[in-house]
């Protein structure tokens, strides 16, 4: 039974990276996925309830009172790959969704949104600016990479982890 929901937890996982990969990569080209396709946003409760699942069972599998002991089952080398691969993934997602705030925008000059079918910046009820459809997928896309970044951290780690239990599954039976 266990090694099956690991099994089923890895491809769930992988999917969800994969999701969650896609995502990410068409706000480069200015496409929020999230706002074409409301049920998207399942990848990325997907991915933290996964994250979540991980972090609790490792914790609860090494009886761990600190830090949560991710991707155990590895050995010290791929070990150390896969926690220096889950880092650049963090470190990623930190730059990725800070530039999103800093970097110059119409959306610092008010509330992004639309009235009446047209994208407008506003404040306090008031429209400020109107603004061009690219300008909006530009904001938009620029907002969602940033939040998309940090879920190709949780679904990225939760993958590796996940591998990181089937390798130790495979090792159990071949002992």
């Known amino acids: 039974m266990r090694k099956t929901l690991t099994t089923v937890l890895f491809l769930l996982s992988a999917l969800t990276f994969i999701g969650s990969f896609i995502i990410h990569v068409a706000t480069y080209f200015g496409v929020t996925v999230t706002d074409r396709w409301p049920f ?11 994250f979540a699942y991980d972090v609790a069972d490792a914790k609860a599998r090494t009886n761990s009172t600190g830090k949560a002991p991710l991707f155990t089952a590895f050995g010290p080398s791929a070990k150390l790959v896969a926690e220096n691969v889950s880092k650049v993934l963090l470190l990623y997602a930190v730059v990725v969704f800070a530039i999103g705030f800093l970097e110059p925008s119409p959306a610092h000059l008010g509330h ?11 404040e306090g009820g008031r429209i400020v600016r109107e603004l061009t459809e690219t300008e909006y997928a530009h904001v938009q896309a620029a907002w969602m990479r940033g939040f998309s970044a940090i879920f190709l951290f949780f679904s990225g780690t939760t993958v590796l982890e996940r591998y990181s239990l089937i390798l130790l599954r495979k090792s159990d039976k071949s002992s």
């Open 40 to 50: 998207a946003w399942v990848i990325y409760l997907l991915a933290l309830a996964l």
């Open 112 to 122: 992004l949104e639309r009235v009446g079918g047209r994208p407008v910046l506003s």
